[in-house]
């Protein structure tokens, strides 16, 4: 590692003067104290790599459609994947055992996987999202609002916090690359160089799109001072910085944090001694204090447990902390907890046990004493490492301030009781808002009264039992389709949470215009805009020949009454509706016997159809099926396909289209809507 740490700016690395660097921070090895490197950016043109994302990073993300972005991530998903090994080495440093590295380096990798499979499934391959319903304004159709996201024209800035270095800047990176927003990344001084290493495989991959990625290794001063509208910013870190930059930032820039939060673990009632959900609890109450050395804005601070079970957990726990836990140097065999990420954050955890015990907490297991652990040459003893032992306290007031106020960084919890479920509740709230509180019950009734006291509280609540206890994917781990954040103390930020972190980094705007107009601009066909038959039935074209609006207005059909009956014996379907006119007829929706809905789709496919083999592949669905007016024997029937949307794949020959599907009657009501959903290949000759 290069003695001060580089950052990678304006598509170059860039590392301080040498007289600069002197003045540098001291980085040490977490386990060790030995010097890993020094980090300043004193000098660093933070002014000049904000205007290169805004310029240069957003006109090669504006070339790139959603799809294309989503490929990518892929890509950036693989290059790390292929050279991971390089990066749990340089983890190890940070006091991080292998499952720890597992979760910020493969969940990190995780994430990107996510958002591409995401992007691509559930955006279109354009540049502009379609938000909610057509919302019509005028009488005759001609004139529409929609809603519309476009991505902010600046850049996100994300300052990290320094416990996941890599996961934490990936699941804020890929949401705003998916949205083709550029982002410029600053992690925490103390694990800064395993986010340079990260980006540094991302740089040597050759993927990045210019200015889609910068790194400052080092303090931002002059940050706050550079931001202006369209610009966002997402925090990772304590409560404390967190108001501070809030503070600062100027009106129209985004701010969004992710801070501390005291989360809270319940045992149910129910969950006693014995049973499945009082074993769950315990193995994850030890899993949250003991991962990442209890390093971690998810881990389990409070564990709120009945008075009658107060005992049976602090014995359970310190039983499995025994049989499990060999405190260490990461490098180690068998070592399966690190320590702290550096002294100065171990005195600050003590620091703060110091601050529970102040307010009434007994440590009932483990000590704030400097604790023997293994060193990478097997040894046992003290070293020069950040080791801590896991700490439970218990306190016998409930209402202590302090349980709920303090955030002990390290692997520390405390006990608390309750008597009834909205006791239980009340605890919970008093956290001021968190990310996430898991409760372990097998009582539905409990659960449902429970979380209709804490959920508001909470950005997430994961139920522990018997049933999904082996699937959980735990109380710590945030997962990229599902809001990661929390409302108050918490941050009130979603940094992750699937499309509407996406949607984060873009901004929504209600577009008002002529259906031709919103069609358009939106690349979406719209009611009322213009539609073509020039000949040749769309199903005869290929991606390359179809364009939005063509259209096949199809012959009409009669429905007779044995036409009924017989889709009726054919199908087994013979509800009343269709089959007995005295009983149709006092039905309040239906004049009498009425043709089946299923019977008017299908022949309406009938209708529409270009049987020969050609562009088309398959029909892979409906969406929003509608039955508007029922037909009745004697009643005809017609359809117009248009084609709506075209997606075609970037990584298939193929791609879809969605048509608009209207049946009308011999009156031109409208009879049924509903999209029809197709495969169709990017290339063939028309027949
Ligand atoms: P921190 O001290 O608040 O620092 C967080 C980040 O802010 C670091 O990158 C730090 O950079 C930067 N920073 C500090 N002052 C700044 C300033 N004036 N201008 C710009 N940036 C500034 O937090 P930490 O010690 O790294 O992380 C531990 C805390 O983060 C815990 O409280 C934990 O609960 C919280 N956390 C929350 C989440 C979540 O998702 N909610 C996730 C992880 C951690 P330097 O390191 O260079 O000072």
Redesign the pocket.
């Known amino acids: 590692m290069t003695e001060v740490l580089p950052s990678y700016v304006q598509g170059a690395w860039w590392t301080p003067e040498s007289d600069a660097g002197a003045g540098a921070l001291i980085v040490r090895d977490a386990s060790t104290g030995e010097e890993v490197t020094r980090v300043s950016s004193d000098g660093l043109d933070l002014a000049g790599a904000l205007e290169y994302a805004r310029t240069v990073g957003h006109a090669s993300l504006g070339a790139l459609t959603f799809h294309q972005r989503a490929v990518l991530l892929k890509q950036f998903a693989l290059a790390l994947t292929q050279r991971k090994d390089e990066l749990y080495a340089i983890s190890a440093r940070t006091g991080a055992t292998k499952a720890d590295s597992w979760v910020d380096i493969d969940g990190g990798i995780g994430v990107l996987f996510a958002y591409s499979g995401k992007g691509r499934r559930e955006l279109p391959n354009s540049q502009v999202y379609v938000d909610g319903p057509v919302e019509p304004l005028s009488k005759d159709g001609s004139f529409l609002g929609r809603h519309v996201f476009t991505r902010l024209p600046g850049v996100a800035v994300q ?6 270095p890599v996961w ?1 800047a990936l699941e804020k990176f890929a949401p705003a690359f998916l949205a083709g927003m550029p982002t410029l990344v ?5 694990t800064g160089y395993l986010a340079e290493a990260f980006v540094r495989i991302l740089v040597e991959s050759d993927l990045l799109p210019d200015g889609s990625l910068q790194l400052v290794s ?3 001063p002059t ?1 706050f001072d550079e931001l202006r509208l369209g610009d966002i910013v997402g ?4 409560a404390s ?1 967190a108001a ?2 809030r503070s600062r930032t100027p009106s129209g820039v985004r701010f969004t944090a ?4 005291i989360n809270a673990s319940v045992l149910g009632p129910d969950a006693t001694d014995g049973t499945p959900e009082f074993d769950a609890y315990v193995r994850q109450l030890v899993t949250e204090m003991t991962t990442k050395a209890g390093q971690k ?1 998810t881990a389990i601070r409070r564990a709120i447990v009945p008075a009658a079970s107060a005992d049976a957990v602090v014995d359970a726990v310190r039983a499995r902390i025994d049989a499990k836990v060999v405190l260490g140097d990461p490098r180690a065999e068998g070592v399966t907890m690190g320590p702290l990420v550096s002294l100065a954050q171990r005195d600050e955890v003590l620091r703060q046990v110091r601050a529970l015990q102040d307010a009434g907490g007994r440590i009932v297991i483990g000590s704030p004493d400097v604790p023997a652990a293994r060193g990478a040459d097997d040894s046992m003893g003290s070293t020069d490492g950040a080791f801590i032992a896991p700490m439970l306290l218990r306190f016998d007031d409930a209402d202590a301030d302090a349980v709920h106020e303090v ?1 002990a ?1 390290g692997p520390v919890a405390s006990l608390l009781t309750y008597s009834t479920p909205s006791e239980a509740a009340a605890l919970v709230a008093r956290g001021g808002g968190s ?1 996430v509180t898991s409760v372990a019950t097998h009582d539905r009734a409990f659960a449902a009264e429970l979380m209709g006291g804490i959920a508001a509280s909470n950005g997430r609540v994961l139920f522990l039992d018997r049933d999904d206890a082996r699937s959980s994917t735990g109380h710590g781990s945030p997962m990229p389709g599902l809001v ?1 954040g929390g409302p108050g103390r ?2 009130g930020g979603e940094e992750l949470g699937g499309i509407r972190a996406v949607l984060h980094h873009m901004q929504r705007t209600a577009v008002q215009g002529s259906p031709d107009m919103l069609t358009a601009l939106t690349g979406v066909w719209h009611a009322g805009a213009t539609a073509r038959d020039d000949g040749i039935h769309p199903f005869r074209k290929s991606l390359a020949q179809l364009q939005i609006g063509d259209r096949i207005a199809s012959a009409s059909r009669e429905v007779t009454l044995d036409d009924i009956e017989t889709f009726a014996h054919f199908t087994g379907d013979t509800f009343y509706a269709h089959m007995d006119e005295q009983a149709a007829a006092a039905n309040p929706f239906f004049p009498g016997r009425v043709a089946h809905g299923y019977l008017l789709v299908s022949w309406a496919a009938g209708l529409f159809v270009d049987p020969e083999p050609g562009p088309v592949l398959a029909n892979y669905g409906l969406e929003n099926l509608r039955f508007i007016t029922p037909v009745s024997p004697g009643d005809s029937i017609r359809v117009d396909l248009t084609a709506k949307q075209i997606t075609p794949r970037e990584t298939d020959e193929y791609g879809e289209v969605r048509w608009d599907a209207v049946i009308r009657n011999q009156n031109d009501d409208t009879v049924a809507t509903y999209d029809v959903l197709t495969l169709v290949e990017k290339e063939r000759s028309a027949a």
């Open positions: 300052i990290n916090a320094f416990n996941f934490g600053k992690p925490a001084t103390p080092g303090s931002v940050l925090f990772t870190g304590s910085t501070g930059l992710e801070t501390d939060s804005c955030e960084f990310l990661h918490a941050g």
